[in-house]
């Protein structure tokens, strides 16, 4: 998708992310530890615990558009973090925002933290994201069984993309 930008999450852009799921089944996946309905408030309770929210936005008619969220849900200077809440707005997903979000914190990670490896945990039932980060080079290192809200066992993988990869990954994608 043409003219993605991003920036860093300001407090105005909160109610248009709180709209981004659909449903409290969809918010569970998006925000685990969220309960429906998505309130700003819950998503600036997690700014504490959270780094680098980011947003990507798109320019409509002069106006600056908040198309997709994503943060490090966890963060060790020097080691690792782990990418979390990567959502998008619902009316734009599979058109490449999704993409666009996660290589720009991947490329934050590693470019700019100088991080030596990036982790993420994806529900099983995510085709579209386990594709997509199957392309960017992330490959499966756990899988751990979990309980949805509603009493359904549900399969997470956490996933693992090193700096040696990504930079392997991202001369192929070139």
């Not at 449903?23 to 998006?30: K, Q, V």
């Not at 680098?52 to 080691?79: C, H």
């Not at 979000?101 to 529900?123: K, N, Q, S």
């Not at 751990?144 to 509603?150: A, H, I, L, Q, S």
Request: hydrophobic share 45%; charged share 20%; glycine share 6%.
């Amino acid at each position: 998708m043409a003219n993605l930008s991003h920036r860093p999450l300001a407090d105005a852009d909160i109610p248009t992310i709180c709209g981004f799921p659909r449903s409290a089944e969809e918010l569970y996946f998006l925000f685990p530890r969220a309960v429906w309905p998505l309130t700003p408030e819950q998503v600036r309770a997690t700014l504490a615990v959270r780094r680098d929210p980011t947003v990507v936005t798109i320019a409509e008619e002069g106006r600056e558009r908040v198309v997709g969220y994503a943060n490090y849900a966890t963060f060790e200077d020097g080691r690792t973090a782990s990418l979390g809440n990567v959502s998008v707005d619902p009316d734009l997903r599979r058109r490449g925002i999704a993409e666009y979000l996660v290589r720009t914190m991947i490329d934050r990670a590693f470019g700019h933290h100088h991080l030596p490896e990036l982790t993420l945990y994806c529900f099983n039932t995510n085709t579209p994201a386990l594709l997509l980060y199957a392309k960017l080079g992330m490959t499966p290192i756990a899988l751990e069984t979990r309980v949805t809200p509603w009493g359904e066992p549900i399969a997470l993988f956490k996933l693992r993309l090193d700096a040696a990869g990504w930079q392997s990954a991202s001369r192929i994608a070139a």
